[in-house]
């Protein structure tokens, strides 16, 4: 089964109108964290935001914000007030907690996001 | 300046051609891995390091080699590549894998095997 799930293969924003890119997630183990990447055309990774399981609040970075639902299940990336720039393809990942204290870095197949003028 | 660095970025290459994809980072982690990258398949990790001389498969070990005989270098070995290890490929690294640690991305290498 999947570990990570993006069910959206492409989304279409305007500039500056707020995107939400979906992403759940399975694990039976209550230590992870969640992590969103930005592989804009160019193609290398950049890191975005991060989310740990036990955490309480959502995390924010900037414009990212990650709406955290555990009971769902889902770590969706909002991003705010969306610039052309933010054209890229976005991967959700997880980590879950293991015995070796050195877990996986487990990704989705990615959502490619195209904003609009 | 923090970095992993790849090098080739570009590789065009024949089948069963030995090849090596060498990984560099500075900035002392003890995690090291490879991704392959394909279109609708997402990443997929092929080998991981948790530190020197120990390393251990990944989902898609099948073609590759590894070895971390450094805790900076983690080069990526294709013995006899073929067609079907066409891939973008990505060396990773982490302080430590564990769950709240970023990781790490170089630059990215094209191959082709034709």
């Known amino acids: 089964a999947q570990k990570i799930t993006q069910t959206q293969p492409g989304m279409f924003v305007q500039e500056k109108e707020a995107v939400t890119l979906d992403c759940t997630y399975d694990?039976?183990?209550?230590?992870?964290?969640l992590f969103w990447y930005k592989q804009p055309s160019s193609g290398e990774m950049i890191f975005l935001i991060y989310q740990g399981s036990y955490d309480q609040q959502n995390a924010t970075e900037g414009r990212y914000s990650l709406n955290f639902q555990k009971a769902r299940k889902s770590a969706n990336l909002v991003i705010s007030a969306s610039q052309l720039g933010d054209s890229a393809m976005y991967f959700c990942?997880?980590?879950?907690?293991?015995?070796?204290?050195?877990?996986?870095?487990?990704f989705g197949k990615g959502t490619m996001l195209l904003v609009s003028p | 300046e923090a970095q992993v660095t790849q090098n080739p970025r570009y590789l065009i290459t024949v089948t069963g051609k030995k090849l090596t994809v060498t990984c560099s980072q500075n900035?002392?982690?003890?995690?090291m891995s490879w991704y392959r990258q394909d279109p609708g398949l997402g990443l997929r990790q092929i080998y991981y390091s948790m530190n020197v001389e120990v390393t251990d498969k990944g989902d898609v070990p099948e073609g590759y080699k590894v070895s971390r005989k450094e805790k900076r270098n983690f080069p990526l070995i294709l013995e006899s590549p073929s067609p079907n290890q066409t891939s973008l490929y990505f060396c990773a690294s982490s302080l430590r894998g564990r769950k709240n640690t970023e990781a790490f991305f170089g630059q990215g290498t094209r191959l082709t095997v034709v």
């Open positions: 900035m002392n982690h003890e995690y």
């Open positions: 694990t039976s183990d209550p230590s992870y964290g």
């Open positions: 990942a997880m980590r879950e907690g293991s015995w070796s204290g050195y877990s996986t870095l487990t």
